[in-house]
């Protein structure tokens, strides 16, 4: 199971035809640590901590920081695989390589099939806040167009996603400014009790832990970053505290302003925050800010499904087509353009802003195998606890979601682990 890293590394970089499939190391640390923050500083944050509030109560804060340390213990596994296995396809890779090929496998198809989902959601976003009549033609567009700068190489996704992150971030330091600022900013809002009591406080770590799930997508671009073994292990956590430390002025702000109890109600809450704080003027460009930062999102994770879906297809989980390189451009490009296609059907055709509940669930359990995976890097009992903590924190995190979340969630890992049971049955024979 443990083979040398160059020996996997020249084994899974040949198509299923035999011919060399290497992408192009091109990003720096800047870069890499530019493309998670895209991930996680998205919409996420303009809409996350309505549902957080509502579920935690007074104890909103309490259950951002319990979803931070699941997340840094996560990163640092992340972080320490990834130094080990610098290829495309993160989790998928660490858990082929660690617990072997059906914990690999789980953990793919729950980010692929989660993801997908999260893409279309992201899309039909983009959609309802630029042109809400016609939210589906503008989330095929936002697609297509995204698609197509993937398409053109690494480096034009970094460009634009650092153009995006450089927007959002403005828009963001106004919102916290504008409250903090505003005579109706009271610092007696910032109540530390848990008024949600233990369980809404920990379903609102779920919540939000979604958020800050963007660092995967430096890991599964493992294959494209220079010196990964060094610069990996550096980005994930740099991109995890930037985006911590942007949330935690958010939150702050917004609930200083609203109170945990409006806050809860709010369907825009950082709107809802600077038209309470007496600037109605920034809504829109706190609604701009929004749009764009969904498109920041659509882009990484559009990255990161591409990825994933081409380390699966090199070990024929999915169709060997999709693991081809485009030999000009340097990137999956059957696999970014069947994932732009599938995500454009869904973005066209039904509405999942509501109904991804199971993302959530599937994004945890796809930590939880990193983590699992991470705890066989060394038998020191200290080298262990990170894991442990994550791995612990995953799995309550997981089973402390909404329960349609859970049952739906549960019901795609089964489908997944149905369609790994048949693709045995059908090989062995």
Not at 81 to 99: F, K, Q
Not at 234 to 258: D, E, F, T
Request: overall charge positive.
């Amino acid at each position: 199971m443990h083979r040398p890293v160059a020996l996997i590394s020249k084994v899974r970089r040949m198509t299923p035809s035999g011919s060399a499939s290497e992408l192009r190391r091109t990003l720096g640390l800047g870069d890499a640590v530019v493309i998670g923050l895209g991930s996680m500083v998205g919409a996420g944050i303009f809409a996350a901590l309505g549902p957080a509030a509502r579920a935690a109560g007074s104890g909103l804060l309490i259950g951002l920081a319990l979803a931070a340390l699941v997340a840094y213990c996560n990163a640092s596994s992340s972080a320490r695989l990834a130094a080990l296995y610098p290829a495309s396809g993160g989790t998928y890779v660490y858990g082929r390589e660690r617990l072997g090929p059906f914990w690999g496998y789980l953990a793919g198809w729950s980010f692929v099939v989660g993801k997908t989902a999260s893409c279309a959601a992201m899309a039909l976003t983009v959609g309802a806040y630029v042109w809400p009549e016609q939210a589906h033609a503008v989330a095929v567009a936002a697609v297509v167009a995204l698609t197509a700068v993937n398409y053109g190489g690494i480096q034009k996704s970094a460009w634009l996603t650092r153009a995006i992150v450089s927007v959002v971030l403005a828009v963001l330091a106004s919102v916290v400014v504008v409250c903090l600022g505003s005579g109706a900013s009271d610092a007696g809002r910032l109540d530390s009790g848990a008024s949600g009591g233990v369980g809404g406080v920990l379903q609102a770590a779920g919540l939000l832990f979604f958020a800050f799930a963007g660092y995967a997508r430096i890991a599964t671009l493992g294959e494209e970053v220079r010196d990964p073994a060094r610069t990996i292990p550096r980005a994930i956590p740099l991109a995890l505290g930037i985006a911590l430390g942007v949330y935690a002025c958010v939150a702050v702000a917004v609930l200083s302003v609203l109170g945990a109890e409006d806050l809860g109600r709010a369907t825009a809450p950082l709107a809802d925050a600077v038209r309470a704080a007496g600037v109605p003027g920034l809504v829109p460009v706190v609604r701009v800010g929004a749009a764009v930062a969904a498109l920041g999102s659509l882009l990484a994770l559009i990255l990161g499904v591409s990825r994933t879906t081409l380390a699966m297809a090199r070990d024929r989980h999915l169709p060997g087509t999709l693991a081809a390189v485009h030999p000009r451009f340097q990137v999956p490009h059957r696999a970014e353009l069947a994932v732009g296609a599938v995500v454009a059907v869904l973005a066209a055709t039904v509405d999942v802003r509501g109904a991804i509940g199971f993302s959530s669930f599937g994004v945890l359990a796809y930590y939880a195998v990193a983590n699992a995976s991470a705890w066989t890097l060394s038998s020191a009992p200290a080298a262990r606890v990170v894991p442990a903590v994550g791995l612990l924190g995953c799995v309550v995190l997981a089973f402390a979601l909404p329960g349609v979340s859970v049952i739906v969630g549960a019901g795609v890992l089964a489908v997944g682990v149905l369609a790994y049971g048949v693709r045995r049955w059908v090989a062995a024979r």
